[in-house]
């Protein structure tokens, strides 16, 4: 006979004489009914789409064509926050937040524009970063000309080479308290 078998019979008594007291465990998984989140984001979605109407409302597909022909793109609203302007050419300011419109329409891009602005002072974000590329030149045109309307931008300034030269731009906004 194996040897094996004795000691597999001796181990499998053992086991069944210390388990002998014991009950099968109850399972106590608890289901949770869904939540209907439907209101709250509705809510949350039209005030979304609210903010970013009230902050691309100022943009008109007006273009005018002697305002931004000066390479590199800037501009500043006051000539008082010349500093600031300074500063954004030598590249002191990092972005925090970036926006790529690239593939948009203008009606989109200014939508995005607008987004961006309400999200920057919703989070009170002062530099952000507009990557609007090359390609036919339209957004290249259009995004200074639409920055330069909205009464919250404080200053603008072509990109440096490191976060993408004349295909983008970094835009410092006012943060309202």
């Not at 970036?98 to 920057?120: M, N, V």
């Amino acid at each position: 006979m194996n040897k094996n078998i004795r000691y597999t019979f001796h181990k499998n008594y053992l086991f069944r004489q210390y388990l002998n007291d014991t009950r099968e465990i109850v399972q106590d998984t608890i289901f949770h009914s869904p939540i209907n989140k439907k209101k709250n984001t509705n809510i949350v979605r039209n005030r979304i789409i609210f903010e970013q109407d009230a902050n691309s409302h100022y943009f008109t597909f007006r273009n005018k064509k002697n305002l931004f022909k000066d390479n590199p793109i800037s501009y500043i609203r006051h000539k008082n926050l010349n500093n600031v302007l300074k500063n954004l050419k030598k590249g002191k300011y990092n972005p925090d937040i970036f926006l790529d419109l690239h593939g948009l329409t203008q009606y989109q891009a200014q939508k995005a524009l607008g987004e961006l602005i309400a999200t920057c002072q919703k989070e009170k974000i002062f530099c952000a970063h507009v990557m609007h590329g090359y390609g036919k030149h339209v957004l290249k045109k259009q995004t200074p000309f639409w920055l330069s309307q909205h009464p919250d931008i404080i200053a603008f300034h072509e990109a440096p080479k490191f976060f993408g030269s004349d295909a983008a731009i970094i835009v410092i906004i006012e943060i309202n308290t």
